[in-house]
């Protein structure tokens, strides 16, 4: 059986990261797709786990020779999703989980029509300050820059599937999980499973 796109994306600041870190230790199934970025690694950031960090022109290289399913460009610095390494782990059967921008999820949701869009959502606009600046890394300019951000974000939310708060973050990967799950037992993704046992 094929493996299903699941594409999270999220405001910067809203905890996806942990959410998908705590996703990934109740669930084996799960592939991750490593985004490609030309920003500055973070602290505590690993190249190949974290992103694939490459210079501003390599990452055009892997545009202009059409090996990205989609890129987009956030506060200066170019996102995007390596297309070979989805392709084989989704023939593989892996559920492949994208973690990427709100205009790139909808470039996957028209190269793959049977993904599952998932927006994680902050509780408020004043929490989801709180925690950027509780980052302690960002300046004025940037928190601006990212809260400013967030609110054209969150005018792409209603084109999702499904809307994860996250408040509580051991609710919010069980809600994520749900989701998936419940997606995996969809009776138009088992008809393989359906005419096996019709044929049984």
Do not use: W
């Not at 084996?28 to 602290?43: L, P």
């Not at 974290?50 to 202009?64: A, C, N, V």
């Not at 989704?90 to 793959?112: T, W, Y």
């Amino acid at each position: 059986m094929t493996g299903i796109p699941i594409v999270v994306s999220a405001p910067s600041g809203c905890g996806k990261d942990t959410i998908l870190e705590q996703l990934f230790k109740i669930n084996d199934n799960f592939a991750y797709s490593v985004s490609a970025t030309s920003r500055a690694m973070r602290e505590g950031e690993v190249n190949g786990v974290s992103y694939h960090f490459t210079t501003r022109e390599e990452f055009e290289g892997m545009i202009k020779n059409a090996e990205v399913l989609e890129y987009t460009e956030y506060c200066g610095n170019y996102y995007g999703t390596p297309k070979k390494a989805v392709e084989d782990m989704l023939s593989q059967g892996k559920d492949v989980i994208l973690k990427i921008e709100v205009e790139g999820a909808m470039n996957i949701k028209r190269i793959f029509p049977e993904c599952v869009l998932v927006f994680i959502l902050p509780p408020s606009m004043p929490e989801l300050e709180r925690r950027l600046r509780k980052r302690g890394t960002e300046t004025e300019e940037t928190i601006a820059s990212r809260l400013a951000q967030a609110r054209v974000e969150l005018t792409y939310a209603d084109k999702f599937d499904y809307l994860v708060v996250n408040g509580d973050l051991h609710k919010a990967v069980d809600d994520l999980n749900s989701v998936i799950l419940a997606e995996k037992m969809k009776a138009k993704r088992c008809t393989e499973l359906l005419n096996e046992i019709k044929n049984s």
